[in-house]
């Protein structure tokens, strides 16, 4: 008996000496990846003016506003856990943490579908925009796949070296994302409303124009924005102070997200003008995304609008390395653990990035996206939309996980924090609404895929049963396998080390 505990002692030290680079991440390096990874130019080129078309309209910049108060109010429990508890298993941890280990192989596994899910359907739009914009702009015709391949190559590399390599690519890609929308929002400012033919109204702000439509699918799209900021906590074992650093980011992040979403979606409405915008954006249909780069050509010229689709794509990019990197670490994380293949829980020797992981995810991007590919499916109706609309439901089933887990954690650790509000009411309330969200967005899939009638309106919920399903299964297995492992799934791990040591 004592030499099967000795052994897995010695498995579990083995396991935790691969660690990633402590120190690495500040605030605003964590706030950049996942800002990136809500990819706010693709928001609000992609996702606005569909949410205003099938939502409530003009009201759109008013949902903004509900869906980043839940948001803050779902991020105070989730930031306080944080203060506790350091890993990079993120919301896998939290629900092992806190609601015991059968719950969190659930989580794991759920997560794993929900990033893999996103990052891989974002090649789809990356596909199209790219090989788009080399035909409009330069005459060059050239399949959607020959860009994903390569942009998928360039991820792979930067994924598998040291993280603050991404963080300074993604930080100039982020900047000039901003930079462009930016220009576009001060140029409404200043020229006005319709084209720059009327002065601006609150129109966009009143309660006529948020009950204009469906709010359900309003606040629903909107919620899809987000998708990314919530990975901040993937980040903790890297961060420099993580009791700070991470609470920090995450609210940084969902106040700068929030605050530019609502700004800019009121100033797209005035651009148009609210009366009559649902019918215009119908008239633009089968591709409504043309709205921003429309408003681009009327108030910034048709160069800048070109740096714009430009920017658009780079966007997409960002996303899509930020997506591959919070995949990689929660890889790393269930590797370490036991959950997945030991291999994969392994950090390079000089990089200290979790390159197995970071290499898995590539190869697992690779062979799906050539199954779309030989299949001859559509690169945004298809893997775009099926699998990013996944992605969100995924993610959201975790959001509400979380926030019973924050509940139950500080139910057993009252000695942690005091205050009810952190612990309790705000993980209560954030975590209603986003069960409410989840529950609305399996049954309304249909819709959210664009087509209604299609049975993946059911199959692609169904994979999260199956995966949390799954997970169950693998934390028991665990539990027989190595008792020892089990006991430690998604524990805190003390972040005592200096920066860069």
């Known amino acids: 008996m004592s030499q099967q505990h000795d ?70 429990g989730y930031t306080t856990m944080a203060r506790h508890h350091t890993s990079t298993g993120a919301f896998y941890s939290f629900v092992a943490r ?62 598998y070296r040291q993280v603050d390599l991404s963080v300074k690519v993604l930080s100039i890609l982020v900047s000039l994302e901003f930079l462009i929308v930016l220009i576009l929002d001060i140029a409404i400012l200043i020229k006005g409303g319709q084209g720059g033919t009327a002065p601006l109204t609150a129109a966009p702000f009143t309660w006529s124009a948020f009950t ?10 909107n919620f899809a924005s987000f998708i990314g900021f919530e990975a901040t906590t993937i980040y903790s074992e890297e961060a420099r102070d993580p009791k700070r650093t991470v609470p920090r980011a995450t609210f940084v992040a969902v106040l700068t997200i929030g605050l530019f979403y609502t700004v800019t979606t009121y100033l797209m409405v005035e651009g148009q003008g609210a009366a009559g915008l649902q019918e215009y ?4 249909t089968p591709d409504p995304t043309v709205f921003l780069f429309q408003l681009g050509a009327t108030y910034i010229g048709t160069a800048l609008t070109t740096v714009m689709s430009l920017l658009f794509i780079s966007s997409v990019f960002a996303a899509l390395l930020a997506f591959h990197n919070a995949v990689a670490r929660y890889l790393f994380a269930l590797g370490r653990e036991g959950l997945v293949p030991a291999q994969l829980g392994r950090t390079h020797s000089v990089h200290l990035s979790p390159h197995m992981g ?30 990013t609309q996944l992605g969100t439901l995924a993610i959201i089933v975790l959001m509400s996980l979380a926030s019973v887990a924050v509940v139950a954690f500080f139910a057993r650790h009252r000695e942690l924090e005091s205050n009810p509000l952190r612990t309790l009411v705000a993980p209560i309330v954030g975590g209603l609404a986003m069960a409410a969200v989840a529950v609305y967005a399996a049954s309304q899939f249909g819709l959210l895929i664009g087509n209604p009638e299609s049975p993946l309106r059911w199959i692609l919920p ?28 998604g524990r805190h791990r003390d972040i005592d080390l200096q920066p860069g040591a």
């Not at 409009?136 to 391949?149: E, K, M, Q, S």
């Not at 199954?371 to 690169?379: A, L, N, R, S, Y």
């Not at 169904?462 to 934390?475: D, E, Q, R, S, W």
Request: avoid cysteine; charged fraction near 5%.
């Open 7 to 76: 052994s897995a002692s010695a498995d579990i030290a083995k396991r935790d000496a691969h660690q990633l680079r402590r120190g690495s991440l500040g605030v605003f390096g964590i706030a950049f990846f996942v800002i990136s990874a809500a990819a706010p130019l693709t928001a609000m080129a992609g996702g606005a003016p569909v949410a205003m078309l099938l939502g409530n309209g003009p009201g759109i910049p008013l949902a903004y506003v509900v869906v980043s108060v839940i948001l803050l109010i779902f991020a105070v």
């Open 98 to 159: 806190g609601l015991r280990q059968p719950s969190g192989g659930a989580a794991a596994l759920i997560a794993l579908l929900g990033y893999n899910a996103m990052q891989i359907g974002l090649y789809g739009l990356f596909g199209a925009a790219a090989a788009g914009f080399f035909a409009d702009n330069l005459g060059i015709t050239i399949p959607w796949w020959v860009f994903v391949f390569v942009a998928m190559a360039i991820i792979a590399v930067l994924g």
């Open 212 to 221: 204009s439509g469906s709010i359900a699918i309003a606040l629903l799209f």
């Open 462 to 489: 169904a994979l999260i049963v199956v995966a949390a399903v799954a997970g169950v299964i693998t934390a028991v297995t665990l539990k027989g396998r190595s008792p020892e492992l089990y006991a430690q799934m």
């Open 281 to 284: 954006l119908a008239g633009l």
């Open 358 to 387: 970071s290499l898995s995810q590539s190869v697992l991007a690779f062979v799906i996206v050539l199954i779309f590919v030989v299949t001859g499916q559509d690169p945004v109706l298809a893997l775009f939309t099926w699998l």
